[in-house]
């Protein structure tokens, strides 16, 4: 009997992907709709169809009033509605309204549209409520999304029977059991217990990780399984996550032609290398790089190609439906089934291929910028290799893209250097500008680096200046790989050049720069003759607001620095510094007003979410104190901090911060009920106190905080023999029922040490990993091995730091299990964090009236 499906989609590519998926069933009655209206139009005095399909391109409000609209159709008023979630989307699963049935995202469909009509045919789906705004709570809803965009192998197992009623496309392809199969078979037939029995799993649930062998074709791949409590179609079930111990290989393997790619050159001179690099190093028979310009209304340009195989005629792309969608910003994924495109592309029909791959190339702003194509033969051998580096690969054509079209305009316009391609004086003054007012409204600190080559004249004058420009692009080079893509390099003047390194917290991390670019410069440099040059560089160093409020002061004091590195015997940096006696009379007036600060009410407690890293849920939130100076205005705590301890003030401080803290976290928990853990900083000073234990009592007492509640964060940069009350100190306060957390973890030269010995129950890996994700491999290997050893130890972890979306994808990929930064809040005032709890606790109620 035929079926009656409608498909609402406002692009025309995402119907017919729809359609050819639908097609391979062959007995659907398939009505098509560009939106809502015509749906409505469409549908009149029809009767009710078997199932809704709405491509969700907008946010959270658009998805809800085009359910609403919906449902208002009596055709479809009843009919389960599967939701395919389009690659531009900003709206979340979590946000899905309520009166949506289940969802996919659109890279999904060609693979899992049929098994989820499938499924919701076997369930008994009870008609849709009145459609309004969700967010679902954690183990009380749809947490598939968790688990997909992990690409995470997982299922969903009935408690009783043990049988399987759901499973992930990750698990299905590497069993090589369809996903269809794999519903209604025992867990047992796809995964053995190394010890003990599945049977047992399935009724621990504490998530520990137990050995365990996954299916794998006719073999099984070594590995773990952890479980954990869901709801199944409104029903107890238990999720089974299999991790393969084969993944770090992998991962390793990527991580090594990952640093390769990130070693060649930044800029669009790259694209031929790494074009060639990833086609040889992953066995591609085709590769293609194209350059798009919609907002001009030209043609796609083909910068790059490759094919291993006979001369072909090759299809226009126009004709290229696979091309057309990735330049509509799809990404389309295909590892072993490339094939059932070939239908509606005559490129992949006529190069045969199994495997393939279309990655947009976007830029910050999520403009597309082109396309890369990938693809084989045979189906891709380890997509869990292919897959990030080509992702990695993508990022980097875009930014050589991006970077072309600027210097092109920037040229046009006379903001950019015409030997270098770095924003010239003009642009550099603009942007500091305009970072300092950004700085000045959100309380945002950075640094100035001035860098001057050393003896740069001589080079000139003695080999000409063919060889100075030779110089000037390789030392452009050498500082931007140095740096964060967020930060800026620009050529100030002949052979000066200037840095500004954003989001700075510690002087440390500035430091470690200023340190990494008088190393990087120090590299020989082989000119066309074979000479070899040795090139140094003198840096000076100065921060906003610390050392200056404006940018002509901040250069000048920069520039003073650098010539104090160069007086010093050059090839090294300096860091700026007032005059003694300046200094001696700005630290006794600070030192003085510092002392008075607490009684005149100028000290404030901020709050930093800290969210978890699947549900992106709040679980907890850092105490950090602020000095609001009635002159200066706030004043950063890497400055003012120091100071305390100096003088002995950061004892006192610090228990006014602990006390006001539970005080505020207790006031919470009585209005809200969430059970946020509470992080509140311990100094080195208070660790060695004989009463800490005392103090941190009595606070939990007067504000009647559950000690469970409390963290007490302790700095990995304090000796275990500088403080000799450390340990006994923090063995007390686990006794007391507070939890301990070692803060900026990696930074330390003891880390193997502190794990073994302190009694700690987290760990936070420290920022200025964090922010070279993406940038700097050695960083992701080190972030990653952290969050290894830490749970191998059964710790967990907490990641400082996170700004952009990259960081957030390279965590979750990497089981981080907590995240904090500003790509989620930046720290608040009690008023407005009080308020974010308050949003939340709104959405949280909505969920459980309608439940």
Known sequence: MSQSILVVAAQRDMRRIIFDALDREGHFAVHSARDTAHASILLEERAALDLLIVVLDGDARDALACVEQLRRIPSCASTPLLAVLAPHASIKPTQLPSGVTDWLQAAQVDSELIARWHRLQRMDVPPPAPASPVVLAPDHGDYRFAFDEMEGEWLIVEPQRGRILEASPSLAR???????????????????????????????????????????????????????????????????????????????????????????????????????????????????????????????????????????????????????????????????????????????????LSGFAGLPLVDERNAVLGALLAGTRQAFAEPAVIEPVLRAAAARFAHALELGRTREQGRAEGLLDALTGLPNRLLFNDRLDTIIREANRTGECFALLFVDLDRFKTINDTLG?????????????????????????????GDEFVVILRHIVKSEDVLRVAEKIVQVMEAPLRIDDGTELQITASIGVSFFPDDAPDAETLLKHADEAMYAAKSLGRNNYQIYEVSAEQAQQQNMALKSGLRHAEHNGELRVFYQPQVDAVTEDIVGMEALVRWEHPELGFIGPG??????????????????????????????????????????????????????????????????LDPNLLEMEVTESISIKAAPNLVDNLHGLQRMGVRIAIDDFGTGAASLDYLRKLPADRIKIDQSFVRNIGVDPDDEAIVRATIDMAHRLKRGVVAEGVEIEQHLQFLRANRCDELQGYLFCRPLPTPSFEKLLSERQRLLASVAAEE
């Open 174 to 352: 590497r069993t090589g059991v369809s996903v269809d199969r794999l519903h209604g078979l025992p867990a047992t037939d796809i995964l053995r217990m190394g010890s003990g029995n599945l049977e047992q799993v399935l009724q621990d649930t504490t998530r520990d990780w137990y050995p365990c062998q996954r299916r794998a074709g006719q073999a099984f791949d070594q590995g773990e399984v952890s479980a954990r409590k869901v709801r199944h179609a409104g029903r107890d079930a238990i999720a089974l996550v299999f991790r393969s111990l084969r993944a770090s290989t992998r991962a390793e393997l990527a991580l090594t032609l990952l640093a390769r790619l990130f070693n060649h050159g930044r800029g669009d001179d790259s694209l031929a290398g790494i074009s060639k690099l990833i086609y040889e190093e992953l066995g591609l028979d085709y590769l293609a790089v194209w350059s798009a310009r919609p907002e001009d209304g030209g043609a796609p340009v083909q910068l790059s190609q490759m094919w291993r195989g006979d001369e072909q005629l090759w299809p226009g792309p126009q004709l290229q439906s696979s091309l057309r969608l990735v330049l509509a910003g799809q990404t389309m994924m295909h590892p072993t089934d490339a094939k059932r495109l070939a239908p509606v592309d005559p490129l992949i029909e006529q190069l045969g």
């Open 465 to 493: 200046h063919a060889i100075g420009d030779q110089v000037l692009i390789t030392t452009t080079q050498r500082l931007r790989s140095s740096v964060r893509a967020s930060d800026t390099v620009a050529r100030y003047a």
């Open 639 to 704: 400055f003012f901090i120091p100071l305390a301890e100096e003088t002995g003030l950061i004892v006192s401080i610090g228990e006014w911060v602990l006390r006001t803290a539970c005080k505020q976290a207790q006031e919470w928990e009585r209005k809200f009920g969430l059970r946020l853990r509470l992080g509140v900083n311990l100094s080195a000073v208070q660790l060695m106190q004989a009463n800490l234990l005392e103090v941190v009592a009595s606070a939990l007492t007067e504000s009647g």
